[in-house]
């Protein structure tokens, strides 16, 4: 199995910049898409960024020439710089990772998810 373990969320005012973590740990055969979602107070949770393993990235309409995702498949870890927030992007932000089990299965692990708060 696959854990997943996120860092780097906290409080910062509109306009500053935010850079969140994500680890994977266990094994696995690959570790394969890595995406970051989040989710609002009384909102459904939503796909912000998802990068592929050759490093296809697709991003959520709002955040597009904001937040940036990269990741380092030799650590198994995906990043995401967020810039110029905005209050909006307040949300819990939450990293999955789709990964092959050594039987061939396909699977997803999420993190425990980290808060983002941005002030006005």
């Known amino acids: 199995q696959v854990q997943v373990v996120e860092s780097g969320g906290g409080l910062v005012q509109t306009g500053g910049s935010l850079r969140l973590s994500c680890a994977a740990s266990?094994?696995?055969?690959?570790?394969?898409?890595m995406a970051w979602y989040r989710q609002a107070p009384g909102k459904q949770r939503e796909l912000v960024a998802q990068?592929?393993?050759?490093?296809?990235?697709n991003y959520l309409d709002s955040v597009k020439g904001r937040f940036t995702i990269s990741r380092d498949n030799a650590k198994s870890t995906v990043w995401l710089q967020m810039d110029s927030l905005k209050p909006e992007d307040t949300a819990v932000y939450y990293c999955k990772m789709f990964y092959t089990t050594t039987a061939y299965r396909h699977l997803e692990a999420w993190g425990q998810g980290t808060l983002v708060t941005v002030s006005s």
């Open positions: 990068i592929t393993t050759y490093g296809s990235t």
């Open positions: 266990g094994v696995a055969f690959s570790i394969d898409d």
